[in-house]
C-alpha cells in the first residue's frame, strides 16, 4: 500500500536523476532560466500567505520544514 | 566557460555600464537576474538583491451548513500582515528578517454532533432560538436499535413521541474574541561561488502558544551549475498554555488520561500545560534540464512528539447503554464531549516534484508542482499545483493559479463516537472502554480542496512592485480522490484577498545614483522628528516616495482622574455611567504600522496615501472596594484586537518657501476602514457585547485631517513647528458613536551630529474630547441582562464614554540616520521617543507610559 503511493514519485526522480549529465545549456544561453518567473517559487510573498493557510485547514499541514506558523488551533 | 568566472566580469561590466548612465533598464533587470542564477536554483525566499516587502492578508471563511439552526456569529478571518527585509550584509554574506502577524476572531467548529442534539440552537430566548453558544454539555439523546440518533416531536423533551431515525451531522459552531499571533525570524547566508550555507531561527508568540525554531541548511551546485543539491535541519520546540473554554468546564475525561495530567486548575480556570517538539529535515535536487526547463525534486521528514492535540476541539461521544431499553423499543442515552486524544508521536514523510517551462512565444512561466504526503497517522495526501506566470507589457505580470488537494483521514478519527455503556454519574470514565485515540477535528477527515486564484502585479521602472491576489479556496468530502470522503455537512469555503509592495534598494540605488546629482534628493535639508507627519513635500512632478512608520504606544501607569492619582474608591463609585465601576485598565497597548506612498502629480502638490494595521491588547484588574458586579466578568489573559485601521488620504501643498523656510499646509481624509464592530465572545453569559470603545481599531466616521507646518533651517541646525487636528465628520459611526476631535501642537529644534546623524528635541501639547453617543447594541455597563436574564456585569472604566480623551503634555527625544552613500544611499530610518510630562485625563484613565515612532523612508 505505502509502496504503491511512493511509486509514481520515485519513478519521476529516477528519470530526473536520468536527465542528469546528459544535458549541457551554456551560461550565455540561460537567460530564460534565469528570468524572475522561472524561479523555482517565483512569488515568495504570496506562496508564504497561501501555504500559512493551506497549514491551517489542511492535515498534511506538517512535513515542510519547521518554520513556525503557530498553533493554527482555530 | 566556468560560472566562477563569469560572475565578477559580468558585474563589472554591469557597474561600468550602470556609471555611463547610459544602461537600458531592462536590460539591466536581466543581467542582474542572470548573475543570480545559482541562487535561482536554491534557496529563492533568500536569494536576491537587497529588498524590503510588505504584504497585507486577508483571510474570510463561508458559513457553514447548521440545518435548521442559524448562527448569529461570523464565520472566522484572519488579517495578516508580513515585513520582510534582505540585506547584502557583504558581497557573500545575506541577511534576511520577516516579521509575520496575524489576528484571527469569529465562529468554528468545537466539535461534531447529530444533528437531532440541537448542539447550535442552546438558547431560547423569547422563543427565539438564537444559537448564541454552543451545547457541548452533557444532554439526553434518544437512539434506535441500530444505535443511530433519533428525531423527538419536541426536542427538548426526551419523553415526547419518537418521529424516526436522523443520522444528519452538523458542525457545533464556537465563537473566538480576537486573538493576535507575533512571528518574527531571520536567516544569514553565506555564498560562496557553487555552495552556500544558512543558518537560522526565530519565534512566534501568541497568548497559548510559544514556538521557537531554528534550522541550518545548504546547497552545493556542480555540473556546471546545472545541477545543485540542499539539505537542511530544523528543530522546533512548541509550548502550549491554553486557558480552557469557560463554558466548556463539562468535558469528561477517562480514569487514567494523560490530558488530565496536563490540566492545571486554579479558581477561576484550567489550564492546560503542555510541549511538543519537531526535528525535520529535507534533501532537494535542482536540475536544469534544457535552456527553457528545470526540474526540482525534494524529500522530506519530520518526526514529531509531544501534545499535538488541539486543546480547543472536543468530541461528541453518544453514551447508550445497552440496558436502558425503552418501552418504544429504542435506547436511552446521553451525549457528552472529551477533549481529543492523539497519539504523543507521529512520523511524517514528504515527496515534492516541481517542474518549470518557459514557453518562448509568450515568454511565460509555467509552474507544475506534485506533492505526495504520508503519514503514521494514516493520512495520505496529494497535492495539485499549477500556475502560469504571464508577463505583460509595461511591467504588469498576471498569473492564474490552480491547486488540488486530498487527503485520506487519520486513523482515529470520527466525526461521533458511540460507546455502549451509561455515561457515568461522576463524569469518570474507564479508559479501557475507550479507543486509545480519538479526535473529530475535521482537518483529520477525508477530503478533497480546489482553489484557484489570480495574481496581478506591476513593476514600475524604480524598483518598486505592486501585487494584488484573490484565491477562492472549497473544501469538500465528495472532492476527495478516489471518493469516501466526509459528509457534505463539513463542507466549507474561503477566500483570502491580499496586497503587497515589494522595493528593490539596488534597483533604487541605480537610478538613485544617476539622478542624485541634479536632484539631491537624500540631501535635502533637515527632516522633522520621526513622530511628525507632512512636514515635507516631494521636490518635483513625478518623484515617488517610499515608507513605513511604525507606532506603540502604553498605558499602564497609576489610575488617573484629571490630573491626579484615583482612589478606587472613588473610581468604584464615580468612574463608571449610571452603575459601580467593577474594574479598570491595568494597561493598554497599541502597535500601528503604516505605509507611506507618497507621489507627486506637480512640483507643488504633494499627494499620500496612508493604509494603517493596528493591534491593541489591555488586561484589567478588579477595583478594590467595589459592591460586587452582577456578573463577575473574569478577565484572565486579557483581551486583544488587530486589523486593517482606518485609511489616510492626503494632499500636501506648498504655501511658502524661501531659503531655509518653508511652510506647507496639508488636508486629508481618514477613511473608516477599521472595523468598530468588534465583539468580545458570549461567555459568561456577558452577552454578545461590544469590546472596549478604545479597542475598536478604527473611528467608524469619516475624519478631517489638517496639518500646517512650518519648518526651518540654518547650517547644522533644524527646527519646526505644526498645528494639527482630526475633526470627526459625523456624530456617530455605525456602532452609535464617535470618538472626540482631537487637536495638536508641537514644535521642535534639532541638530546634525554628524554627516548621517541628527538628533531632536520636541515638545508636544495633545487635547481631545470624550466619546460621544454610546454603542448602538449590548455592552458592558448599559444595564441590559444576558438572554437569560442574569444582568450584564457593570464593566470597566473603559466601558464609559467620558473616561476618553483629555489634555496631555509630552517632550521627544529624537534620533535621525540616513545612508550618506553607497548601494543604500537615500535610505532613512529615524526614531522618537515620547515622554508624557503632564496628563490632565477626562474621567478616569490609566496613565500614559510613553510612546516610540520609529520611521524608514526612501525618496527617488
Avoid at chain 2, 380 to 399: E, M, R, Y
Amino acid at each position: 500500500m505505502k509502496m504503491r503511493h511512493h511509486l509514481p514519485v520515485l519513478l519521476l526522480c529516477i528519470s530526473c536523476f536520468g536527465i542528469l549529465g546528459c544535458t549541457s545549456v551554456q551560461p550565455w544561453e540561460r537567460g530564460n532560466l534565469a528570468k524572475p518567473h522561472m524561479a523555482l517559487d517565483a512569488s515568495v510573498l504570496h506562496s508564504s500567505l497561501s501555504q500559512h493557510n493551506y497549514n491551517s485547514r489542511e492535515g498534511a499541514a506538517g512535513g515542510n520544514s519547521a518554520e513556525g506558523g503557530g498553533c493554527g488551533c482555530y | 566557460m566556468p560560472c566562477r568566472h563569469f560572475m565578477p566580469v559580468g558585474k563589472t561590466l554591469l557597474k561600468r555600464q550602470l556609471n555611463k548612465r547610459s544602461a537600458n533598464l531592462s536590460l539591466h533587470a536581466l543581467m542582474a537576474a542572470a548573475l543570480l542564477l545559482p541562487g535561482l536554483i536554491a534557496l529563492p525566499a533568500y536569494a536576491g538583491d537587497d529588498e524590503v516587502s510588505f504584504q497585507y492578508g486577508h483571510y474570510q471563511e463561508g458559513k457553514r451548513q447548521l440545518f435548521n439552526a442559524k448562527s448569529q456569529f461570523n464565520p472566522i478571518e484572519v488579517d495578516t500582515l508580513q515585513g520582510n527585509a534582505n540585506i547584502k550584509l557583504s558581497e557573500r554574506i545575506k541577511f534576511a528578517f520577516n516579521y509575520t502577524q496575524d489576528t484571527w476572531s469569529g465562529a468554528t467548529p468545537i466539535t461534531t454532533a447529530p444533528v437531532v442534539r440541537q448542539g447550535n440552537r442552546l438558547r431560547v430566548d423569547n422563543d427565539i432560538h438564537s444559537g448564541a453558544s454552543p451545547l457541548i454539555g452533557a444532554s439526553a439523546g434518544i437512539f434506535d436499535k441500530h444505535f443511530n440518533p433519533v428525531s423527538l416531536s419536541d426536542p427538548a423533551n426526551p419523553d415526547s413521541t419518537v418521529i424516526g431515525s436522523d443520522t444528519r451531522l452538523v458542525h457545533t459552531l464556537s465563537y473566538a474574541s480576537p486573538e493576535t499571533r507575533k512571528q518574527s525570524d531571520f536567516k544569514i547566508s553565506y555564498d560562496w561561488d557553487t555552495a552556500a550555507v544558512h543558518i537560522g531561527g526565530g519565534l512566534s508568540i501568541e497568548n497559548d502558544y510559544e514556538s521557537r525554531f531554528g534550522n541550518v541548511g545548504g546547497r552545493w551546485d556542480f555540473n556546471q551549475k546545472l545541477t545543485s543539491v540542499s539539505a537542511s535541519v530544523s528543530y522546533t520546540n512548541s509550548h502550549t498554555q491554553a486557558l480552557l473554554d469557560h463554558d466548556a468546564q463539562t468535558y469528561y475525561s477517562s480514569n487514567n488520561s494523560q490530558l488530565d495530567k496536563l490540566i492545571h486548575s486554579d479558581v477561576d480556570a484550567n489550564v492546560l500545560i503542555a510541549n511538543k517538539t519537531d526535528w525535520s529535515t529535507h534533501l532537494g535536487l535542482t536540475q536544469i534540464i534544457n535552456k527553457n526547463a528545470l526540474v526540482n525534486f525534494n524529500v522530506g521528514y519530520t518526526y514529531s512528539s509531544g501534545f499535538m492535540e488541539n486543546p480547543y476541539k472536543a468530541v461528541t461521544f453518544a453514551f447508550v447503554d445497552p440496558s436502558a431499553v425503552r418501552p418504544d423499543g429504542n435506547y436511552n442515552g446521553t451525549y457528552a464531549v472529551l477533549r481529543e486524544q492523539r497519539p504523543d508521536e507521529r512520523n511524517q514523510w514528504t515527496e515534492n516534484l516541481r517542474y518549470v517551462q518557459h514557453i518562448d512565444g509568450l515568454d511565460a512561466a509555467v509552474h507544475v508542482d506534485y506533492r505526495f504526503f504520508h503519514d503514521d497517522w494514516g493520512i495520505n495526501a496529494h497535492t495539485f499545483d499549477v500556475d502560469w506566470v504571464q508577463p505583460l507589457s509595461n511591467g504588469w505580470t498576471i498569473t492564474p493559479k490552480f491547486r488540488y488537494y486530498s487527503q485520506s483521514a487519520a486513523d482515529f478519527y470520527q466525526p461521533l463516537f458511540l460507546t455502549q455503556q451509561r455515561l457515568p454519574d461522576n463524569g469518570r470514565l474507564d479508559a479501557s472502554t475507550l479507543p486509545s485515540n480519538y479526535a473529530s477535528d475535521h482537518r483529520l477527515s477525508a477530503y478533497g480542496t480546489l482553489s484557484g486564484g489570480i495574481t496581478l502585479s506591476k513593476q514600475f521602472a524604480k524598483g518598486v512592485n505592486f501585487e494584488v491576489g484573490f484565491e477562492y479556496y472549497s473544501h469538500a468530502g465528495a472532492l476527495k480522490l478516489g471518493g469516501g470522503g466526509e459528509g457534505s455537512y463539513a463542507d466549507f469555503n474561503y477566500y483570502v484577498a491580499n496586497a503587497a509592495m515589494k522595493v528593490n534598494l539596488d534597483a533604487l540605488a541605480s537610478t538613485h545614483s544617476e539622478h542624485s546629482h541634479h536632484t539631491g534628493h537624500s540631501t535635502h535639508g533637515a527632516h522633522a522628528p520621526a513622530g511628525i507627519m507632512f512636514d515635507h513635500i516631494l521636490h518635483k512632478a513625478g518623484d515617488v516616495m517610499v515608507g513605513y512608520r511604525y507606532m506603540y504606544a502604553n498605558q499602564a501607569g497609576a489610575s488617573l482622574h484629571g490630573d491626579s492619582v484615583a482612589r478606587d474608591l472613588d473610581i468604584a463609585s464615580l468612574g463608571c455611567k449610571n452603575h459601580p465601576c467593577a474594574s479598570t485598565p491595568t494597561y493598554m497597548t497599541m502597535h500601528m504600522h503604516m505605509l507611506d506612498l507618497m507621489v507627486a502629480p506637480t512640483d507643488w502638490l504633494t499627494l499620500m496615501l496612508m493604509p494603517q494595521f493596528v493591534d491593541m491588547s489591555m488586561n484589567m484588574r478588579e477595583v478594590t472596594g467595589a459592591d460586587e458586579d452582577p456578573n463577575p466578568h473574569q478577565h484572565s489573559g486579557g483581551h486583544s484586537t488587530g486589523g486593517i485601521g482606518d485609511t489616510g488620504l492626503y494632499a500636501i501643498g506648498k504655501l511658502f518657501a524661501s531659503k531655509g523656510h518653508r511652510i506647507n499646509l496639508s488636508l486629508g481624509i481618514s477613511v473608516p476602514t477599521g472595523d468598530v464592530g468588534i465583539k468580545l465572545r458570549d461567555a459568561h453569559k456577558l452577552g454578545d457585547v461590544f469590546i472596549h470603545y478604545g479597542m475598536q481599531l478604527g473611528s467608524g466616521t469619516w475624519d478631517f485631517k489638517p496639518a500646517l507646518t512650518y519648518t526651518g533651517e540654518a547650517d547644522k541646525w533644524s527646527w519646526g513647528a505644526q498645528l494639527s487636528g482630526t475633526k470627526r465628520l459625523a456624530s456617530k459611526n455605525t456602532s452609535g458613536f464617535a470618538f472626540g476631535d482631537l487637536f495638536q501642537a508641537t514644535a521642535w529644534g534639532g541638530y546634525q551630529l554628524n554627516s548621517w546623524l541628527a538628533a531632536s528635541l520636541r515638545g508636544v501639547y495633545s487635547v481631545q474630547g470624550t466619546v460621544k453617543g454610546e454603542f448602538n447594541g449590548a455592552h458592558l455597563g448599559d444595564g441590559g441582562e444576558s438572554f437569560d436574564g442574569t444582568p450584564r456585569s457593570w464593566g470597566g472604566t473603559e466601558d464609559a464614554t467620558a473616561n476618553y480623551g483629555g489634555r496631555f503634555w509630552d517632550v521627544g527625544f529624537g534620533v535621525s540616520a540616513s545612508v550618506p552613500s553607497g548601494d543604500l544611499q537615500g535610505n532613512r530610518l529615524s526614531f522618537e521617543w515620547l515622554q508624557p510630562v503632564h496628563d490632565d485625563v477626562n474621567g478616569y484613565q490609566v496613565e500614559r507610559d510613553g510612546a516610540l515612532s520609529a520611521n524608514w523612508s526612501y525618496m527617488f
